[in-house]
């Protein structure tokens, strides 16, 4: 099968290839690899391959499909967190989200790159290297799951496992021009784990098209026993919403930064022009701005973080009998391990400002049924600039991850779309929110705004 051809497809409309016996599973698995070995040179964006797993019967039988190196466990491959101190951990049972995967038809072929633990929105790991952009090889691909990303934009698959614990589905689909779905919380079980970050972490996937991010959420909404949280189930299959009219809906936007004092004009810009194009497709839209304080919020969710980090770390030192050294970690990650926000009072009070806050965010939702505004607060910088001023480095990093991780301890679905192009040819994701539970209504209205303004032919051409 032709790369060119290859790409004109979606994952569901190549398994539908597949099930007419157009092409084989084999076929779609070698135009993948020959895709990989002429790119990831290039954006390092695949860490390692094996033997494929998966291809059997289901809705998306014999689609290659990548897994993020973190979380989602794959048995008898190493899950490294992208860290020097998990490569050699090897799993010894698959997840509950890699299991339906499986079940649903997909091939699992390799996993991608994602900075240490999953901390940072851009994918520069010591361990593996910096992945790339694939609209500019100078820029990053965002992260933390910028390894997926990159290799979806850069065509090796057409979706990727992603998780989202501070925007790490919803940034990098922003830098890479990709749809980007953060389900609500409860919606995908972390099993056999428990939740992620105080339940701030969700795991789905980014793709090019709406009805692929549908397709995968079904197959992956399955409640386990024992999950800490639990939401009623769609009123029918997310996939059957993409396309469906979406009602006229109540839709508040807002040019504000969230975790930082504004964004770039561009991305300010892309939220007009979205609220314009909203209310050209008949929605109410009105400006307004998110309640609560938010100031209080971002730093109390980094204090969750920081003592989930720590316990992890704890762990691993119970596990293997000795301490963590300096030299085992990155910098920062040392840092947060040994911060004074990892005590228990810090992270109980830091949970209490989240509840709180939450709550002052809900109330927004009684009179608007979505909120709009930018996905992050500038296009992609260049791979580097998040460290290259260790002095600058939280406001570097709140200038570009600015609007998300609010919506991550909310536990509200949230969506970028790739409606909007800098002048330097950089995508601009546009996030939608909603209530918890409300998946469908953002599937509705991204599908009604991917037949507006398409962007599944807008493709980086490395």
């Not at 039988?61 to 990548?66: D, Q, S």
């Not at 057409?158 to 919606?187: E, N, Q, T, W, Y």
């Not at 999950?227 to 993409?242: G, H, I, S």
């Not at 596990?319 to 911060?339: D, N, V």
Request: charged residues 20%.
């Amino acid at each position: 099968m032709r790369f060119d051809e290859y790409r004109r497809h979606d994952a569901l409309g190549l398994a539908q290839l597949v099930a007419r016996r157009e092409v084989s599973a084999d076929e779609l698995m070698a135009t993948a690899m020959a895709r990989l070995e002429e790119v990831n040179p290039k954006i390092n964006a695949v860490t390692q391959t094996f033997a494929p797993r998966g291809g059997g019967a289901g809705p998306f039988a014999g689609v290659p499909f990548l897994l993020k190196d973190l979380g989602a466990q794959l048995s008898g491959t190493p899950t490294t967190g992208g860290s020097a101190l998990f490569k050699d951990s090897v799993a010894a049972q698959d997840s509950a989200i890699v299991q339906a995967y499986l079940a649903a038809g997909l091939s699992i072929f390799g996993k991608t790159n994602t900075p240490e633990f999953g901390l940072m929105p851009v994918t520069e790991p010591a361990l593996f290297g910096p992945s790339r952009n694939p609209w500019d090889l100078t820029r990053t691909p965002g992260g933390s799951s910028g390894g997926a990303s990159a290799a979806v934009a850069a065509g090796i698959v057409p979706a990727a496992h992603a998780s989202d614990g501070g925007g790490s589905i919803r940034v990098p689909a922003h830098a890479c021009g990709l749809f980007g779905m953060k389900p609500s919380r409860g919606r995908v079980s972390f099993a056999p784990l428990g939740e992620g970050w105080g339940g701030a972490s969700m795991q789905h996937a980014v793709t090019r098209s709406v009805r692929d991010s549908a397709a995968l959420l079904d197959v992956v909404s399955r409640p386990q026993v024992g999950d800490p949280y639990f939401l009623a189930p769609p009123e029918r299959p997310f996939v059957e919403e993409v396309g469906r009219e979406p009602g006229k809906l109540r839709i508040a936007f807002t040019t504000q930064g969230i975790a930082a004092p504004s964004i770039d004009p561009e991305c300010e810009a892309a939220v007009r022009e979205a609220a314009q194009l909203c209310a050209a497709l008949g929605h109410e839209v009105e400006e307004a701005a998110i309640p609560g304080d938010l100031q209080a919020l971002a730093r109390a969710a980094g204090q969750v973080i920081a003592a989930s980090t720590a316990a992890m770390l704890e762990a691993e030192v119970e596990r293997r009998g000795r301490p963590i050294e300096p030299h085992e970690l990155e910098a920062g990650t040392w840092a947060m391990y040994r911060s004074t926000d990892v005590s228990g009072p810090a992270y109980v009070r830091a949970i209490q400002t989240i509840h709180a806050v939450t709550r002052q965010v809900a109330a927004l939702f009684e009179r608007f049924d979505v909120l709009l505004l930018s996905t992050a607060g500038m296009p992609a910088p260049p791979v580097g600039w998040l460290m290259e001023q260790p002095g600058a480095f939280r406001e570097r990093l709140f200038a570009f991850m600015s609007n998300t991780q609010l919506f991550n301890n909310t536990g509200q679905p949230a969506m970028s779309v790739p409606l909007a192009w800098s002048r330097e040819g950089l995508p601009i994701g546009l996030q939608f929110v909603a209530p918890m539970g409300e998946e469908a209504r953002l599937f509705r209205l991204a599908g009604q705004l991917e037949q507006a303004r398409p962007w599944f032919d807008r493709v980086a051409e490395l």
